[in-house]
Structures are given as structure tokens and as C-alpha cells.
């Protein structure tokens, strides 16, 4: 679809959701956004890709509710790991905006750690998308820990689907990859019955010592992040017409190639949502035919949260 037109159905879906912050992945106009969501009120920082691509990903932030007090990338292709990116930012909200009474510093129990990545599509790579979310993850924590202990969220089209190994080892901080298969890591490839018979595959468990280097950084079996993180969507009830089994939104990206859920929000216990954007049910994403369309200007479905901090006691 037309670039013009799509920017302008983007930005105006972006105004209606009212957002104080915003992840994007595969950006290939950061100016253009950059230069339309500035009038909003937003700033940004945007990370390429590394290679012959020509996308990366970008975050926003409201600036008169956030302040920049750090920020962060990683090029998975500096340690083997393909050429897509991730970035962090830490923001800290802004001093006026709490109690006249309140004494307390806002840089620790009012900051945040936020970090955007898109992972490998390829999905018979489940050992480099492991890894990339392994630096992913442990890049934010050590953010956390450099800012004082301060909350976390992560967010990002993972390429992965919730059923996955890859959201498993999000979800429980830990993944022992010879369980698995490294072709469906992901669950791109998933035939159905896969999960209870995976044990029963020949080919389970032959990881090279390579592969598992990739995954878990070292040659062990075993994965693990520093994290206790909680997806948002699956903290707040929703309707089985539009949320799986677990919670999670039924779809998040619509076209010829694919239906399913591939995007995710996740924070530490430190924030508790309070409300979650629901995504289209299946008849209604139908009607528009695949995504993106006219009245949508992007092949993924926004997914959106409203996040508190659990300390605080507005």
C-alpha cells in the first residue's frame, strides 16, 4: 500500500489509543514518523538493522511525562546472532506529575526500564532467536540493576507463538533446549499434537554444540534469565472470542501468509496492568481481507496496556 496513505491511518490510530509510550518494529520511515508524532507531543530514538535491511525499530515517549536518562542497543550480528536489533531506553517520569507532598526520589520507584526488539523470523532457527531473546533479556535486567532495581518492560514481535518454547522460556525464566526441538522453538511449524509428542521425536535433542552456544551463551543444556516476567494481556481477563487459552490476544498479525499471535508486552511484578487493548475478533479481521488495509495501516494489530506501579498507592 501507498506509504502517504498509510502513515496517515498509522499516526491517527496511534493518536486514539493516547499512548505515553510506544514500541515499533520494522520501521523503514523513522523520519517520516518521527517528524508527524514530534507534533504530539512524542520523541523517539530509532535503531537500523544491521546488513542490507533497511528497518529497524523505534521507540516513543510523551515528552512532558518522561525524561531520558539512559539508553541501549544491541547488534545481535556482533555476536553471530543475524542482523536484527533491540533497544532499551530508561525513562523517568516526571517530578510534577507526583503528589506536592511526595519527598521520595522518582529516579528509583519511577523509573522504568523499556526495551523493543524484533526476533529472527526464521523458524527453523530456533537457536539463534533463543539467543538473541537470552542478550534481550539479560541486557534489561542489567539496566534494572544499573538504575537502581527499577521495573521492567519488554515488548516486541517475537516471532513466536504463545504455545511456543521461545514464550515458555519468556514466561518461566528458564528452558532446557534438548527438550526441545530446535525447529520449533518457535511453534511457526507446529503441526497439531506436536507438544505432547515432541519427547517421542528421534531428532529431539540434537543440538550442536554450536546451536547450543547460539542459545544459551555457553555449551550447557540449559537456558535461563534473570527476569520474573508476567505478560500483561494474561494479567486481565479476557474474552475467549478474542484471547487463546493462556490469555493471550487470539491474533496479533493478519494476512495471506499467517494468523496468529506473534507480539507481546511483558513486565516485572513491580507493575500491575490494569487494562489491556482487546485485538479484532477473527470475523471482523476476515472482512478486511488481510492486513494491512484501508482502514488499517499496519500487517500486525496494535496490542496496548495500561501499567501501574504496585508501590505506588494512586
Known sequence: MNWEYRKKILCKEIRGYQPSILCLQEVDHFDDLNKILRKDGFRGLYKARSGDSHDGCAIFWKSDLFTLLDEENIEFQRFGLRHNVAQFCVLKMNQDLHKADDTSSASTSHSIVVGNIHVLYNPNRGDIKLGQMRMFLEKAYELSQKWGCIPVVVTGDLNSLP?????EYVASSKLHVQQHDRRQISGQLCSSGYTESRYLHNRIGRW?????????????NSLKHPLMLHSAYTGIPGSSKVRDKAGEPLTTSYHSAFSGTVDYIWH??????????ESLPTPSLKKTGGLPSKEWGSDHLAIACELAFANDSD
Not at 212 to 218: E, F, N, V, Y
Open 163 to 167: 504455545q511456543s518454547a521461545l514464550y
Open 208 to 220: 550442536t554444540d554450536e546451536e547450543k552456544l547460539l542459545a544459551t551463551g555457553s555449551r550447557d
Open 268 to 277: 516485572t511484578s513491580d507493575l500491575v496492568p490494569v487494562k489491556v487493548l
